[in-house]
């Protein structure tokens, strides 16, 4: 094995016994997510379905003359008739209730009309009796039971408001002038408002779904299917769902007030891996859509394939997200979303405080959803546009991300340990080839500046990856740049493990959990602040450490020289720069560069002054001192293409082997120079006996 496979190798291993020591960590969190029965993606031989216009096959409404009458009245002339028409004939032959419609369609092909009203279902809505009320299956983490297909049909209810099970082209539309006219409420009593699952090419249109447990519209294992104009609001979890599906398209969709995201196109069809930026097609189209005031706009674990544009993701915690972090979703790790000319701004929501204070410990009836309330499931960075949690060959292009109080775009490896993959060729699987290139990036469409307080945070993991040149404040300093054709890049790096005190940082913030109301005391996500902080405690110990060696180094070893002196000056204001910088980690400044500058200049001077005592432990010295001005190099000028860690690593383990071989230095007396033994005295020659004598 050559020298540069060896050193790879290594380092692959070490990294992964670095991410390691996360698991715990991440492990309780994680299991929050999504969770559900085995499920293939479908083998895409489906196409996306069209509307189909024309009288409707099926009506449902209610019986309400003199309500429907009110509901209707400011209609247009024109669709105020229709809705009339089709109230007379509804009366006559048609369904009062949605799962009744849909329990009655006994073809592909049959359309479903909703005449306005609100429709709570209550045939579906009562818990389950008999033997739906003891089923046999695992729970998930959050404590709903996980069944399988054969049970979702022998028991439609036990987690569905309206169940459509293995319907072929079926559509369902409201008849209302907007979305708001049909409203299908599960009042927190269901899992889901409506569950369309194996059903190929269902059509969605013109109605609102809300207030769930878990999702208002989930789509699960569908090759074909449209959610068109319908608006989904006060999950605890989603506003809609699509799960291992294909040839899907939202379009002209609106979501608010959900715990996780209002769109979640999650193991979306991974119809794409193997290819680099240019792609046969997308599995998932979503377009023309607004998600607001939910934990996040929009996320996909395994959205792999989705082309996301023109849409705004605006008053979130988080614009929106794809991560490859959970476990049990088919086509991990995530790759080619494709994001562009979106508008991605003012995502600076933070909800946390309804877990700090109680709020979402109680029943999902009693929170205050409809009043803004909004109970976050999982871990994230608040004030961020476009989170990327492991991801690769995605596209983030032309979009608008400003007003962000964090950062526009923020990339982070996850290792595959986290998805439950052991293989160790795996754990450095993400995150490679995102290309975030000719986005506008604190700028409003109108040419306003609206700054992000960061446009780039970055863990300095992974190959490939690159960011347009004018991007303003990022961390780290400088970043490899993308050329103009998409796969050129100037200055690529190829690293198998982000920054350490990145790591630390990453690791500590995941330790959430909503149930528990545990919140990560050292993470600012959650509200730490300066010495809180963990990135601040461990600079502050760090520095203490350094400041009592290195003291006690000077003080035994080097007090009188001018050299030593002079250096230990610059190490404690590197030091004292070095915590000052860290407080600062959410605005980008030259302190930390600085900081590095001071102690490489410390470090290389002392070991010079020890060079004529102690002259291995010297040239360590120096070599340390070199490792951490490399460093400055590399976070604040051009980072180092060729190397598989960032010299911050090197100079962590050859700190940790310093501050060891200080300590027994400075305990050690050196002896003084022994003199050489002093010659006897030579006796004076005899005198004359006369002299004597006189």
């Given amino acids: 094995m050559s020298w540069t496979s060896w050193t790879r190798r290594f380092v692959s291993v070490l990294s992964v016994v670095l991410v390691a020591l996360a698991a715990a960590l991440f492990t309780a969190p994680l299991a929050q997510a999504h969770e559900e029965r085995p499920v293939t993606l479908p083998d895409g031989t489906g196409s996306v379905p069209e509307l189909r216009t024309g009288e409707p096959d099926l009506l449902v409404c209610k019986t309400d003359r003199a309500d429907f009458e009110r509901r209707i009245s400011g209609f247009p002339a024109a669709l105020k008739a229709r809705n009339l028409a089709l109230f007379e004939r509804c009366t006559r032959t048609g369904h009062r209730h949605l799962q009744q419609a849909v329990d009655a369609v006994d073809r592909p092909g049959l359309t479903i009309a909703v005449l306005p009203g609100l429709y709570e279902e209550e045939p579906s809505l009562p818990p389950p009796t008999g033997a739906c009320a003891g089923l046999k299956a695992r729970k998930s983490a959050l404590g709903y039971q996980i069944l399988s297909y054969a049970q979702q049909r022998q028991c439609p209810h036990n987690q569905n408001l309206v169940a459509i099970l293995g319907k072929k082209n079926l559509q369902i539309e409201g008849t209302g002038a907007s979305r708001l006219d049909v409203v299908i409420d599960a009042k927190y009593q269901k899992l889901n408002a409506i569950r369309a699952d194996g059903s190929d090419g269902v059509y969605f249109r013109n109605f609102t779904a809300q207030r769930t447990t878990f999702n208002s519209l989930y789509v699960l294992a569908a090759d074909g299917f449209v959610i068109d104009d319908v608006l989904t609001r006060w999950n605890d979890e989603y506003g809609f769902l699509t799960f291992a599906s294909d040839h899907g398209l939202y379009k002209n969709c609106e979501s608010y007030g959900n715990g996780d995201s209002g769109i979640y196109p999650g193991s979306a069809s991974n119809i794409n891996d193997g ?22 706009g929009y996320s996909g674990t395994a959205g792999d394939s989705v082309w996301v544009h023109d849409n705004e993701f605006d008053h ?24 562009e000319r979106n508008l991605i701004h003012d995502n600076n929501q933070n909800y946390y405080p309804n877990v700090a204070d109680g709020t979402c410990a109680k029943p999902p009836v009693d929170r205050g959803y409809e009043q803004g309330v909004v109970c976050p499931q999982i871990s994230m960075p608040p004030g961020t546009g476009i989170i990327t949690a492991g991801g690769n060959w995605n596209l983030y292009e032309n979009n608008w991300v400003y007003g962000h109080q964090r950062a526009a775009f923020f990339l982070s490896a996850v290792p ?56 303003g404040p990022t961390t780290p300093g400088s970043l490899p740049a993308c050329g103009t054709r998409r796969g050129d890049v100037s200055g690529s790096t190829d690293r198998l493990v982000g920054e350490p005190v ?83 980690a959410l605005t980008p400044t030259v302190l930390p560069s600085v900081a590095l500058l001071l102690m490489g200049a410390w470090w290389t001077l002392t070991g010079l002054a020890l060079r004529p005592t102690r002259p291995v432990f010297a040239w360590t010295t120096v070599a340390l001192g070199a490792l951490t001005l490399l460093d400055a190099f590399d976070k604040a000028v051009l980072m ?21 071989w200080a300590v027994t230095a400075a305990g050690t007396r050196t002896p003084r120079p022994t003199e050489p033994p002093a010659e006897p005295p030579t006796e004076p020659p005899a005198a004359h006996p006369e002299e004597a004598t006189a």
């Fill in 275 to 296: 290819y680099g930026y240019d792609v046969p097609r997308h599995s998932i189209e979503i377009t023309g859509c607004r998600s607001h005031h939910n934990m996040v």
């Fill in 502 to 584: 990145k790591l630390a940082q990453l690791l500590v913030c995941a330790d959430y959990n909503v149930q528990a109301r545990r919140l990560p005391a050292g993470c600012d996500w959650y509200g730490a602040r300066g010495l809180q902080r963990v990135e601040t405690q461990l600079a502050l110990a760090g520095a203490l450490v350094l400041a009592l060696v290195g003291g006690a180094l000077w003080w035994r070893r080097l007090r009188g020289n001018r050299l030593a002196g002079a250096a230990a000056l610059l190490g404690l204001a590197g030091l004292a720069l070095d915590v000052a910088g860290s407080t600062l």
């Fill in 640 to 660: 180092l293409p060729g190397i598989p860690v960032s010299p911050a690593w090197l100079r962590l383990l050859l700190g940790i082997v310093w501050v060891l």
């Fill in 316 to 339: 979130n915690m988080g614009g929106a997200s794809m991560d490859s972090a959970f476990p049990g979703h088919p086509g991990l790790p995530q790759n080619h979303a494709r994001f």
């Fill in 416 to 471: 595959a340990f986290i998805r439950g993959e052991s293989a160790w060729g795996k754990q450095t699987d993400t995150s490679h080839h995102n290309r975030y290139a000719g986005n506008h990036l604190g700028v409003d469409k109108a040419g306003h500046a609206r700054p992000n307080r960061t446009d780039v945070w970055w863990d300095g993991q992974g190959g490939g990856n690159c960011w347009q040149s004018d991007a």
